[in-house]
């Protein structure tokens, strides 16, 4: 008797749903999902600064990055590349964009982000540069990242790196990329639903870079342990600013690490270079450049310069010899081009990066080369 009731008691509470019933409750629950970045705009405050870039905390933060190109004028010209657009050793106002644009009058826009590669590079502009079609586009090309087999990811060691979710996940073999499929299958799945990729922005913003378990059971480094977030709710947290970028002591004028490379030299170095025919890193930005092209992008690219001061004579010629491979493709696809001249030694942090008076001479330098000029005079006049 008493089992009996116990059936009957449950089949009053239990809920039969038909499979049209159950079409809709998926419908609007993936509704809700996709819904629900659209309206966190809303309430999240995203005033970005003059001479903006993507914070250093959030270079993972793929979702921030779209939203940034997103709220571009039509007539901002973004300046696309790594962390030489970004400007690792500069403060946010102290860029390649912003003297671009003393030189120019025009309003140029820091597209880059720290930590990037020709292959993440790729990848980046590829699922989430969708606002650059039909518009001036400005791309910087790093040739260090072909100056020898580890940096251009061809060794055959594990090796940890800069924006795993960004690299071709099964289209393209990368030989120190060892992630497992099911790693693999997330990061595709991520880059391609919108609900994922916010949830990456959420855990990059509010949770420490961390999933929201991580959070929860994260402790405070000392012994015994603490957990102090065990019992608190992620409400009311500020989180990393989004609109400017926080001070930072490794970054800008008075910094520790913006002075000359030679400083801390003992020399000319050596680079093994690969060769373009092998590199990944130059397959990479050719697929960047078509893609762009292919959206009807009104590409200009930069060729570096390097710091052409640090190499020793062999590397030297190994490097002008990969730049005019580099150019002769440039010319061959008609994509326009500029190699600036290098820079003075002391304007020059290391191999790449200008230091912030390299990037105003680097600016004034673009804004006089008759390709340039002739690139910008075209779309004025439509």
């Not at 629950?29 to 309206?39: D, E, H, K, Q, R």
């Not at 705009?41 to 921030?64: G, I, K, Q």
């Not at 650059?132 to 061809?154: I, K, T």
């Not at 025919?277 to 762009?292: D, G, I, M, T």
Request: with cysteine.
């Amino acid at each position: 008797m008493k089992d009996e009731t116990r059936q009957s008691i449950s089949d009053s509470v239990a809920v039969h749903l038909s499979a049209r019933q159950w079409l809709c409750v998926i419908g609007l629950s993936l509704g809700l999902a996709w819904l629900l970045p659209v309206v966190w705009t809303a309430f999240e405050v995203f005033e970005p600064v003059p001479h903006y870039r993507v914070p250093y905390e959030l270079s993972n933060d793929y979702w921030l990055y779209e939203r940034w190109l997103d709220q571009l004028p039509s007539e901002a010209i973004p300046v696309v590349g790594d962390s030489v657009v970004w400007g690792e050793y500069t403060a946010h106002d102290g860029t390649l964009s912003r003297f671009l644009g003393d030189s120019t009058g025009e309003p140029f826009a820091n597209a880059g982000l720290n930590g990037l590669y020709p292959l993440a590079l790729w990848g980046l502009i590829d699922h989430h540069g969708g606002a650059l079609v039909n518009r001036r586009v400005l791309l910087h090309c790093n040739l260090l990242w072909m100056s020898d087999s580890e940096a251009d990811m061809q060794v055959k060691k594990e090796q940890v790196f800069n924006h795993p979710a960004l690299v071709p996940q099964f289209a393209l073999r990368i030989p120190c990329y060892r992630a497992d499929t099911d790693t693999r299958l997330g990061r595709v799945l991520e880059r391609q639903l919108e609900p994922l990729n916010w949830v990456r922005h959420l855990q990059q913003t509010y949770f420490g870079q961390k999933s929201a378990p991580e959070w929860t059971l994260a402790d405070n480094g000392q012994f015994p342990p603490t957990f102090q977030n065990t019992y608190r709710l992620p409400i009311g947290m500020r989180g990393v600013p989004l609109s400017s970028e926080s001070p930072s002591a490794k970054r800008g004028l008075t910094s520790e690490r913006h002075k000359p490379w030679s400083a801390d030299s003992r020399g000319p170095v050596n680079m093994e270079w690969v060769t373009p025919e092998s590199s990944l890193q130059w397959q990479a930005f050719r697929r960047l450049a078509k893609r762009l092209q292919g959206r009807g992008s009104d590409l200009l690219v930069v060729v570096g310069p390097l710091n052409e001061h640090m190499m020793n004579d062999e590397t030297r010629v190994k490097y002008v010899g990969f730049r005019a491979a580099v150019t002769d493709w440039l010319k061959a696809e008609e994509i326009r081009f500029v190699v600036p001249r290098v820079l003075p030694s002391t304007e020059f942090a290391d191999a790449s990066h200008p230091l912030t008076e390299g990037y105003e001479r680097l600016a004034n330098r673009l804004a006089a080369e008759p390709v340039f000029r002739a690139w910008l005079g075209e779309q004025k006049r439509l």
